[in-house]
């Protein structure tokens, strides 16, 4: 069965320090991936997604930026985090085939910043 | 613009209580409506997914239905561990990375 880590679960980091939140599934091949920012009273805002190894779409422009180095592998980065960066990041996967399959979701990294 | 209204905000209800859940939304064509329920702290786990106006799924004490315009999922007898929240997402027919609209959730609450 196929399944979804994200680490760490909780993070605090000072205003302007780096970042770096990693995902990995298992059990799937060429999955497409996704990473959201949930904060409060908000719902699910997709940040980016892959649908290959080097191949990143934005969705909203911001100051984080994401990686995928392999198949499996999804990163969230940011070179100098905001205190706006703050809230609960998910990352998602999605099987190849029929687009309409439902995206399956790690639990999450709380990021907080000082 | 894809738009999800979910309501209400958030609902208490008594264990055995039966209640529905709205989900309201505006798409360019639907490919998919899909439900979510949310634990504190955890991510969004799988529920259903609806296709097409007058499909309906279940499973255990829920069941989601789908018009035009909006989905409600029915909760029948609840129990103390059905709390969560509740998310509502749809699929556009348009857009070939599957990105997935979500409303605010429904914080469900039951009391035993």
């Known amino acids: 069965s196929q399944t979804i880590h994200q680490w760490p679960a909780t993070l605090v980091q000072p205003v302007g320090s780096p970042l770096s939140l990693e995902c990995t599934v298992e059990?799937?091949?060429?999955?497409?991936l996704y990473w959201y920012r949930q904060a409060a009273g908000r719902g699910l805002q997709l940040l980016f997604y892959s649908v290959g190894i080097g191949q990143i779409s934005s969705e909203v422009p911001q100051n984080l930026s994401a990686s995928r180095p392999q198949d499996r592998q999804f990163i969230l980065s940011s070179k100098k985090l905001l205190l706006s960066d703050s809230g609960f990041y998910l990352c998602?996967?999605?099987?190849?085939?029929?687009?309409?399959?439902?995206?399956?979701f790690g639990d999450g990294t709380r990021l907080s910043i000082l | 613009e894809d738009q999800v209204t979910q309501s209400p905000e958030a609902l208490r209800l008594q264990e055995g209580e039966s209640s529905s859940l709205n989900c309201s939304y505006t798409?360019?064509?639907?490919?998919?409506l899909f439900w979510y329920r949310q634990d504190p702290g955890k991510g969004p786990e799988f529920l259903f997914t609806?296709?097409?106006a007058g499909e309906e799924k279940e499973k255990e004490r829920l069941k989601a239905t789908l018009t035009k315009k909006e989905s409600f999922l029915h909760i029948t007898a609840p129990k103390p561990e059905d709390s969560a929240t509740y998310l509502c997402?749809?699929?556009?027919?348009?857009?070939?990375?599957?990105?997935?609209?979500f409303g605010k959730g429904i914080t469900l609450s039951v009391r035993p």
């Open positions: 998602a996967w999605r099987g190849q085939g029929a687009i309409n399959q439902p995206q399956h």
């Open positions: 059990g799937t091949s060429n999955p497409n």
């Open positions: 997402a749809v699929q556009a027919l348009t857009g070939a990375n599957s990105k997935l609209t």
């Open positions: 798409v360019s064509g639907l490919r998919g």
């Open positions: 609806l296709y097409s």
